[in-house]
């Protein structure tokens, strides 16, 4: 694979993409879907969440995005949230990569990717 992470997942609209449907899923999960409802009613906000996280994943990923948001603890900060409710996030991002076709060694290093973050999410 000579191709980076960025452009397996489909550049920034695949990402963009896989942002949306994971968002959408978090909200239909009842197991985090708390932290996701709020959002529903204040559209610019979680326009701006997701544009975060596009540009996050991007940058992280190889591709040419310059991220200027927040470190992942200073954006989880006060959440406190439980190593049960990242693994149901994590799971979340997979039926989000599974519905964009996304294949299982580019999952295997999302994945790698998720799991290097989680001391930074995980009750801060």
Known sequence: MND?????????QGIKKIVDDAIDTHMNNPAVN??????????????QIKQHSVDFFSAGSGGPVNY??????????GMNISPA????????????????????ETKKE???????????????
Do not use: C
């Open 34 to 47: 708390a932290r996701f409802l709020p959002y529903k009613d204040d559209p610019e906000r979680l326009a």
């Open 68 to 77: 200027t948001g927040r470190d992942m603890p200073d954006a989880h900060k």
């Open 110 to 124: 999302v994945l790698s990717i998720l799991w290097s973050l989680k001391g930074m999410i995980i009750a801060q």
């Open 85 to 104: 409710e990242y693994m149901y996030v994590i799971d979340d991002i997979f039926v989000a990569l599974d519905k964009n076709s996304i294949d299982e």
């Open 4 to 12: 980076t992470l960025f452009e397996r997942l489909g550049g920034t």
